[in-house]
């Protein structure tokens, strides 16, 4: 079952945070983080691990709540570079599929 | 290294064709999996391989089906094409799988079926 990501979009000036949410109605193993660039193919952000564990390249912070299924992507300071569409991806379980949201687009404006 | 390479690029077809989309993953890696990509629908789950064998299935139609080589190298066919699988098609190449290490995604090959 797709995840569902809130807020859809999101505008921001350079400068500014924003928080982008995950949740699932299933338990979850793992939350991956996606972002995608107009006309490119997505790229990996960010894997929270059920146990606490993290695997990321960016300075982007996030969390994974396990008892409720959500997770969270924190932008803080934005640049410019941090627009396009954020996904986030969920897995249940190490043989189910990774099931992505529909996406979240946010615009940073100087 | 080189990325993962998907081919061709841009497709167009007329309604009831069939059509076969290549994906080449970064090498060494056994996993390639496949998205459709839609305005608003975000990427919806095709099929994964691993291995050559077909380790999960999406909520598509039997008209979508897949396959991967002994190279890992991967295809999938869409037979009796309809207006609605205009989309742009993602491969994903991972390691070990699904879930197990950070993805990655070739540019795709948009197809549009007219």
């Known amino acids: 079952q797709q995840p569902v990501q809130s807020p859809q979009a999101v505008i921001l000036r350079e400068g500014e945070d924003a928080v982008i949410n995950c949740s699932s109605s299933?338990?979850?193993?793992?939350v991956h983080w996606y972002r995608q660039k107009h006309g490119e193919a997505p790229v990996f952000l960010m894997i929270l691990l059920k146990g606490g564990e993290q695997k990321g390249h960016e300075k982007i912070s996030a969390s994974f709540n396990e008892k409720k299924q959500q997770s969270s992507l924190y932008l803080t300071a934005s640049q410019l570079s941090y627009s396009g569409t954020y996904f986030c991806g969920t897995l249940s379980s190490g043989n189910t599929p990774l099931v992505f949201g529909k996406g979240t687009r946010l615009s940073v404006i100087a | 290294k080189a990325g993962v390479t998907q081919t061709p690029r841009y497709l167009i077809k007329t309604r009831g064709q069939q059509v076969t989309l290549s994906c080449s993953p970064i090498?060494?890696?056994?996993?390639v999996s496949w998205y459709q990509q839609t305005p608003g629908q975000g990427l919806q789950f095709l099929f994964e391989y691993f291995s050559e064998t077909q380790r999960n299935k999406g909520n598509f139609p039997g008209r979508f089906s897949g396959r991967q080589f002994s190279n890992s190298r991967s295809e999938m066919n869409v037979s009796t094409l309809e207006l609605g699988d205009s989309a742009l098609y993602l491969c994903?190449?991972?390691?070990?799988?699904?879930?197990?290490?950070?993805?990655?995604f070739g540019q795709g090959t948009r197809l549009t079926v007219v």
């Open positions: 299933k338990a979850l193993y793992s």
């Open positions: 090498s060494g890696h056994r996993s």
């Open positions: 994903a190449s991972s390691l070990d799988g699904q879930g197990y290490g950070e993805a990655f």
